[in-house]
């Protein structure tokens, strides 16, 4: 009785192993189907190409652009600085022909705009300069011929201001000027010129 269990047992291990050879032998021939992906190819726009800054930040005499003093703005701030540019506009009060001068418009302090180029007009490209007179008086004294400086007597009034002219002006770069202009993008309350090139009507 035992041996006969015992020879069954025998018979069904053999089968178990031959089935499980065909099975393995069946798996490891089949072969799976490969699906093959497409190229994957990058589709990176293209790097731009900046362009160029119109102007240099400063120039050979190191004076700056007006763009970049713009640009150096948080450096610049609160120091002197030479920048070059094109008298754009200077201010002149307005006509006036009541008796009483009370009655006229107000009439600001002297000052004027430069730019980078003659074509920069508007106001956004312009550094406005004050400073360069107290009042309308002293800059019509100094117009007559004679020698006039501030009160504090710091800066000589200059007569040779004129729309077209380009300057290297020196001062201090400031939000505010001690005479109440005061502008975000900075002003240059002025302290001397040099005429580098004179407007065309003028050569």
Request: proline share 8%.
């Given at each position: ?112 705009f430069i730019a980078d ?55 201090h770069f400031r939000l ?28």
């Amino acid at each position: 009785m035992f041996g006969g269990n015992m020879g069954t047992r025998l018979i069904g291990l053999v089968l178990t192993a031959a089935l499980l050879s065909v099975g393995c032998d069946q798996f490891s021939s089949a072969e799976a189907p490969v699906e093959q992906l497409p190229e994957i190819v990058p589709n990176l726009p293209e790097v731009p190409t900046l362009p160029p800054p119109p102007f240099p930040t400063t120039y050979d005499d190191e004076s700056y652009s007006v763009y970049g003093l713009r640009q150096k703005l948080r450096q610049a701030l609160d120091t002197d600085v030479a920048v070059t540019g094109y008298i754009m506009d200077i201010y002149e009060p307005p006509p006036c022909k009541e008796r009483k001068k009370e009655d006229c418009p107000r009439v600001d302090a002297p000052h004027m705009f430069i730019a980078d180029a003659l074509d920069k007009t508007d106001r956004a490209d312009q550094l406005i300069i004050v400073g360069y007179a107290d009042n309308q008086e002293q800059l019509a004294r100094a117009r007559r011929g004679r020698k006039t400086t501030t009160i504090d007597g710091s800066v000589v009034v200059p007569t040779n201001l004129k729309v077209g002219n380009k300057i290297v002006a020196k001062g201090h770069f400031r939000l505010i000027s001690s005479g109440g202009f005061n502008t975000s993008n900075g002003l240059l309350e002025y302290a001397s010129h040099d005429t580098v090139e004179k407007a065309l009507a003028q050569k």
